[in-house]
């Protein structure tokens, strides 16, 4: 296991490793991210179907999570990992504030189109959402959606804290069996309490629209704005702020 100082410098170094790749490899492996938490989404929709509804959170957190252990072990950019990654990075100069800004952008468009893949050919052309399993998935997206702007934005502050510290913890272990564990009990954590992930939500809330449910995309926009935010905050201050300040900054 790498001390805390270690991890600070591995963030660092990774945040730099991500602003400068480029611009091609952001939009293909961010579309690789987006797709593999939608993924994930699908297998908390087949795994949930059918249960009671206080079984929903904890059976659907045992696998969502491997839509970022797939990213963190293969390759792709998360936007919400790289909340974390890049503001560290930013934190200590190593990053300039257009280089950051620039691969949020991308890696988040790229996010919505992995995303969207996912929600229409696998859920609405093999009908993976719909069917025995449309009821589950409206029912998802409303809670989504119907969440006021205020506490939308305090859940997604809790989504990231966790989700950059399952990439902090992750970063920390040497071995695969490590990491592995480091990862998924913090996303399985966020899951269960019920907080809102804006990649997950690109999946699950068009899903629900491409099944006829009754939101509009304006509301999936309403939703996406404050949850950004609030995982915007989770990442970049509640993990590298935090973890900068008094780790790296005190030498």
């Known amino acids: 296991m790498h001390t805390a100082d270690e991890v600070v410098e591995l963030a660092i170094k990774s945040?730099?490793?991500?602003?400068?790749?480029?611009?091609?490899n952001k939009l293909i492996l961010g579309f690789l991210a987006g797709a593999f938490v939608a993924l994930g989404y699908v297998a908390y929709i087949k795994a949930v179907a059918g249960l009671p509804h206080e079984y929903h959170s904890i059976v659907g957190g045992m696998v969502f999570p491997i839509g970022l252990i797939c990213i963190l072990f293969g390759a792709g950019e998360l936007i919400t990992s790289n909340m974390m990654t890049l503001s560290i990075a930013w934190f200590d100069k190593k990053v300039s504030t257009r280089e950051m800004l620039v691969n949020w952008a991308i890696v988040t468009f790229a996010n919505l189109?992995?995303?969207?893949?996912?929600?229409?050919?696998?859920?609405?052309?093999?009908?993976?959402?719909?069917g025995s399993y449309l009821e589950t998935t409206r029912e998802i997206a409303h809670t989504k959606v119907d969440m006021p702007f205020v506490k939308a934005f305090?859940?997604?502050?809790?989504?990231?804290?966790?989700?950059?510290?399952a990439v902090?913890?992750?970063?920390?272990?040497?071995?695969?069996?490590?990491?592995?564990?480091g990862v998924w009990f913090p996303i399985m954590i966020f899951v269960l309490i019920g907080f809102q992930h804006n990649v997950a939500n690109m999946f699950v809330i068009p899903a629900a629209i491409f099944n006829g449910a009754d939101i509009t995309w304006f509301q999936m926009l309403q939703n996406f704005v404050p949850v950004y935010l609030g995982n915007l905050v989770g990442g970049s201050v509640l993990v590298s702020a935090i973890f900068y300040t008094t780790l790296k900054k005190k030498k």
């Open 15 to 24: 945040g730099v490793k991500k602003a400068h790749t480029s611009h091609r």
């Open 113 to 130: 189109l992995g995303a969207l893949f996912v929600a229409y050919f696998f859920g609405h052309i093999l009908q993976l959402t719909e």
């Open 154 to 165: 305090v859940s997604g502050i809790g989504c990231n804290w966790m989700v950059g510290m």
């Open 168 to 181: 902090w913890i992750c970063y920390g272990a040497k071995d695969a069996a490590g990491k592995l564990l």
